[in-house]
């Protein structure tokens, strides 16, 4: 066992064989990195504490961080939540109509089928079907749920790519399927639908309004932490979405100056790029200038890429320009910004 798991299967998502072998892995119990449309998640049966424990080994996660349970549908996800009132059940079919499959997580009273594991001993669980084909044909052929937070050690930068896996996890894992760069780029957004008013836990790029517009009913951000208070998502407790490197600052495009010709790495929008360089001069070729697109969309896409990009220079300082715009359609990507910077 310890052999195999010296070295991680690399698998391709486009191969049946290789799709086959992370079905088996799967079935007895293993641990594989599968591709979803946010980020690569570590798979696991969800409903076994066996593979759950694995989960929460591989990435030295705290074991009060609960993960999420991925289905392949409503019906699914129906078998897995517990009692509902009439209000909640009502609430999670029009989200699941609108935005499954989907970067959106929706949280619920768990079944008792869910092991306590899962959901680090909350009476919940969060589930959400992945808009991934591969991932959906492999949850088509298990009947279990899989159990899948994002694919990288505690802490670190969620991972979009193979490479970006394999960064933290290589030897942790029975095996990665390939399935090429996660279009979203952030992790879903995630959503209560117990409370009155719904609350949103963890932002992304499904939005705020969004999710006001299909309920039609009031919606509310609760993911800002205050310094004593008890997180409602235990995740956004922790340190997160860290890039490796000395030092992370967010600042204003307007007091980039003295940090164009400083020794640092420099994560900033096409837009800014062109606005400094005009200033200032080109930044020295040397440093790490790691541009981003202007729309919140395509920025998030990248955000994960760039943090591990900038780790190749671990003992520069790094600087993120604040994006320009700050509309809704931008609080999941701040939110990851701000918790790397440990700002929040
Ligand atoms: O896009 C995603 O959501 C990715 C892909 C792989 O699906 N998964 C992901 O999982 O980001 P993870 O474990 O890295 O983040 C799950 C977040 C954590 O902040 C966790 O605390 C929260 O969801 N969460 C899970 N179950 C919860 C529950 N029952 N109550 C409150 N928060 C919960
Ligand atoms: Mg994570």
Redesign the pocket.
């Known amino acids: 066992m310890k052999d195999f798991l010296k070295n991680t299967l690399l698998l391709n998502g486009h191969l049946k064989k290789d799709v086959n072998t992370a079905i088996e892995l799967l079935k007895n119990y293993e641990i594989v990195a599968l591709p979803?449309e946010?980020?690569?998640?570590?798979a696991g049966n969800g409903l076994s504490e066996i593979a759950i424990k694995k989960i929460f080994a591989a990435k030295n996660?705290p074991l009060n961080?609960?993960?999420?349970l991925?289905v392949k549908d409503i019906k699914d996800a129906f078998k897995i939540y517990g009692d509902l009132n009439l209000i909640e059940e009502n609430r999670i079919k029009k989200l699941a109509k609108n935005f499954w499959p989907g970067?959106l997580?929706i949280?619920a009273k768990?079944s008792s089928m869910v092991p306590v594991l899962a959901?680090?001993g909350?009476n919940?669980?969060?589930v959400?079907v992945?808009n991934s084909k591969i991932t959906l044909n492999i949850l088509s052929k298990l009947d279990f749920p899989l159990a899948?937070?994002?694919?990288n050690l505690s802490s670190r930068p969620?991972p979009t790519s193979l490479q970006h896996v394999l960064l933290t996890l290589n030897g942790l894992i029975g095996a990665v399927l390939d399935g090429g760069y996660s279009q979203?780029g952030?992790?879903?957004t995630?959503v209560?639908v117990m409370s009155t008013p719904v609350s949103i836990?963890?932002p992304?790029m499904v939005s705020l309004l969004e999710i006001k517009d299909i309920l039609k009913e009031e919606v509310l951000n609760d993911f800002i932490l205050k310094k004593e208070s008890i997180?409602?998502?235990?995740?956004?407790a922790y340190l997160h979405y860290s890039p490796k490197v000395k030092s992370i600052s967010l600042i204003d495009e307007k007091d980039a100056k003295k940090f164009w010709s400083m020794n640092n790495s420099m994560i900033l929008t096409l837009s800014q790029e062109q606005n400094l360089k005009a200033l200032y001069g080109q930044r020295s070729k040397n440093l790490i200038t790691y541009v981003l697109p202007d729309k919140a969309k395509d920025y998030a896409k990248e955000l994960y890429n760039a943090f591990y990009a900038c780790e190749k220079n671990p003992k520069n300082p790094l600087i993120i320009i604040n994006p320009p715009a700050n509309d809704l359609s931008w609080q999941g990507v701040m939110d990851r910004i701000k918790k790397a910077a440990n700002i929040y």
């Open positions: 979803t946010t980020v690569y998640g570590l996660r961080n609960p993960i999420i991925h970067p997580t949280i768990k959901t680090g909350l919940t669980v969060a959400r992945p899948m937070p994002s694919a969620s979203v952030i992790e879903s995630v209560n836990l963890r992304g997180p409602k998502s235990p995740g956004q």
